[in-house]
């Protein structure tokens, strides 16, 4: 794997923990 | 509600910019290339991961003294924003080093503690799904925290006490050029800021189920 598909693979995978922690905490405020 | 949203609000901006940063204005580091960019992402997070944990650790030490939901409240919050920060650091690291090292993990003493520092995070949760009335729940939580929080200077100073492979900032950050020490620094405000906003969102959610469980 090169360094520069190391990086956009390491951010892209942090925006998607932060988009689906996001989500469950929407989830669990809308269940009450 | 405000205050979240205002967390939120502050949170996207510093992160885009903190991207826009990384992406476009600093640097690629001469010995490893792009790939060192990642360390603007993981070492914030890792720093935010001890920090919440501190914070999650005086909650528990708050609500053993005064017994008030409030501060178990705070001390979950607090884990939650620290198991995100966890999560974070385990998956930003391995693609670090499998550029680096050519491998996706090895047991060094930092990493394989860093895995039991996020183990300790996720068993908190389960202890506290294993208790699901009131009372007990979070009073076996906060002491778990007691025992727990051990392990965040020993994943800290394990790179001093065992020789490992896992690299270490030779003069602190204070030796590092000023484009990459500015960048480091808008990583930590935007994890800060992210880490507020999350929190400030969970514990609200946290104290609102508490206060209609008191309704019922």
Do not use: N
Request: with cysteine; net charge positive.
């Amino acid at each position: 794997m090169s360094g520069r598909a190391a990086l956009f693979c390491a951010y892209a995978l942090f925006i998607a923990l932060l988009l689906g922690y996001a989500y469950f905490l929407w989830r669990r405020g809308k269940k009450g | 509600m405000k205050t979240v949203c205002g967390f939120g609000i502050l949170a996207v901006a510093a992160l885009a910019q903190h991207l826009w940063r990384v992406f476009f204005r600093t640097p690629e580091d001469v010995a490893q290339g792009a790939v060192q960019k990642i360390f603007y992402l993981h070492v914030p997070a890792a720093i935010l991961m001890y920090g919440s944990f501190a914070v999650a650790f005086l909650g528990g030490a708050g609500y053993l003294w005064r017994r008030r939901p409030s501060w178990d409240a705070l001390s979950a919050a607090a884990m939650e924003v620290s198991l995100f920060c966890g999560s974070a650091v385990l998956l930003t690291g391995p693609f670090w080093a499998r550029a680096a090292w050519g491998q996706w993990w090895i047991w060094d003493p930092r990493l394989t503690l860093t895995l039991c520092l996020w183990l300790i995070l996720l068993s908190y949760f389960a202890l506290r799904r294993f208790f699901p009335d009131g009372r007990r729940g979070p009073l076996f939580s906060a002491v778990f925290l007691f025992f727990g929080a051990a392990a965040v200077p020993l994943t800290h100073f394990s790179v001093c006490l065992w020789r490992g492979v896992h690299p270490q900032l030779v003069g602190g950050f204070a030796a590092l050029p000023a484009e990459m020490k500015s960048t480091f620094h808008s990583g930590l405000l935007s994890f800060l800021a992210l880490a507020l906003f999350f929190f400030s969102w969970s514990f609200r959610l946290r104290r609102r189920a508490r206060a209609e469980e008191g309704i019922r």
